[in-house]
């Protein structure tokens, strides 16, 4: 059976069979309508200027409506707020969470400055020159 012989019910918007429109009409949620209730399930196509799939029947009444818009769909609140988010960056002279540690442009820290931080004899209370 091809894809053009099967019907779309309207209400709940299943293919079906034309063999199977009495009993799915029996158990639908819309089995009070009328015949009007299935059609032929025509075949879809991606629309030539914003490429959503639409109906072929449908196609001309969809660019003209506002749905049919080149530019990208309006973003959820989620992605707009995930875009928005604020990454810290350490900038080279200026203090951060790490004090004053030079860095280079890509943000990774200068293997010289791992070397002049790291004490090379075992820190001790009594040889702190804090004290």
Known sequence: MSESDRLECQQCRKVIAPSRRASHTKHC???HFTVKHFMRKLPSVPCPVCGREVCVRQLKRHQDSKRCCPTP?????????SSELVVPVLIEGEPGLLGDVPTMDTGVLEPAVFTDTFVSEPFSVESSPDI
Request: aromatic share 0%; no cysteine; glycine share 8%.
């Open 73 to 81: 769909q309006k973003q959820t609140r989620r992605k707009r707020r």
């Open 29 to 31: 949620a819309g089995s």
